[in-house]
């Protein structure tokens, strides 16, 4: 469906810095985290928390009284008097966690909306499932987050695998791989420039404690390994005979992100500069056949855009959730869009994967991308497990 109704005020967003797994955020509780980053932000930028009328969770890695997600989310950032659902749909988590909060626009039952997501991946939980019927009443166990990595219940594949079905299919090399992986990494480096000008744009830093002790200032992406032509041509193929290594595709990130979703009028309020127009206009969703996630990108761009009245060639500005370098690839002939005409200034392939909120932090860059290129339409697709895909077309005016 097309929506005529719902904005995004300009400015009115965050991602925190991504860290690398295991390293600065590792030990933070994501719903702790992500509340206390909102209202710190909600403050810098002086929107009082009761200017929304409802909240909007993502999170896939189950965290320490996660069961209460949204309502306790809204407490932490300061509006305890409102409520709202949480979302879990894998890497597609941002993008279903901003529909959610857009059809509740559009129906009229809500005018301002927090959305956020979070994730930790470092420090999984470790499930126990009792099963009193097994040998000796013994139970079964797993760790969600290597274990989904790893194993797609119905694919019977790892996410790897999926990748390496796809570059058999289309006849994608480790070579065109490490070429596109070198490209995005360059892209990234446009981010970096001038004391990190575009990214500070947007990027909220959190202050690292110990106790209530303020030990340092989280403000930069940490875990983005230098890239070099030679470097990748070193690297073998994770799986036996197959062409992708661990320098073609993501690395697993910790952090969270947040976007304000309103009505118009609310956005004029909020927005940081009344000039710039953020709206939404439309979503989609598709899922592709077994074991070939990084194509599911292609028909929910597809979706997205039939629903805008565009076509991707009429797009500004194009972003990705790209966990292999083969998807972009893909997406490149199918799409039929130059290898290097998106994901300017980064994407997941450089600066993690924290699951929930990366495609959060893709679809900021996109707006922020977009109000440099003066407006235009930008589109967001990303593929997520159980081979599937969701992705955003918006408008910045």
Known sequence: MFLENTFIPYGAYWS???????????????????GEVAREFLARREITPDS?????????????????GGPWFAAMAGAPEITGPTISQACATSVRSLA????EIEAGSRECIL?????RTSNGPHIYYPSPG????????????????????????????????????????????????????????????????????????????????????????????????EGLERLRPVLDGGTVTYGSQTHPADGNAGIVVSTRER??????????TVQVLSYGEARTEKGFMPKAVVPAARQALERAGIDAAQCAAIKTHNPFAVADIYFSREMDVAIGDFNNYGSPLIWGHPQAPTGMRAIIELIEELVIRGGGYGLFSG???????????IEVS
């Open 16 to 34: 925190t810095p991504f860290a690398r797994w295991q390293g600065s955020l590792s030990e933070y509780h994501s719903i702790r985290l992500v």
């Open 267 to 276: 956005a004029s309020q909020l927005s940081r500069d009344v000039n710039l």
């Open 134 to 229: 097994g040998p000796g009443g013994h139970g079964r166990s797993e760790d969600p987050v290597l274990g989904n990595m790893n194993l797609d219940p119905y694919a019977g594949l790892a996410m790897t695998n999926t990748a390496e079905n796809l570059a058999a299919e289309s006849g994608i090399g480790k070579e065109e791989q490490d070429s596109v992986t070198l490209m995005r990494f360059a892209q990234y480096q446009d981010a970096l420039a001038n004391d990190r000008a575009f990214q500070k744009r947007y990027m909220a830093p959190v202050e690292l404690k110990r106790g209530e002790k303020l030990v340092g200032i989280f403000d930069a992406d940490e875990g983005v390994h230098p890239t070099t032509a």
């Open 383 to 393: 593929c997520a497990g159980g081979d599937s895909a969701m992705s955003m077309v």
């Open 115 to 119: 959305a956020a997501a979070c994730d």
């Open 100 to 103: 959610s909060a857009a059809l």
């Open 52 to 68: 929304f009328d409802g909240v909007v969770l993502g999170i896939t890695v189950t965290q320490r009284h996660s069961f209460y």
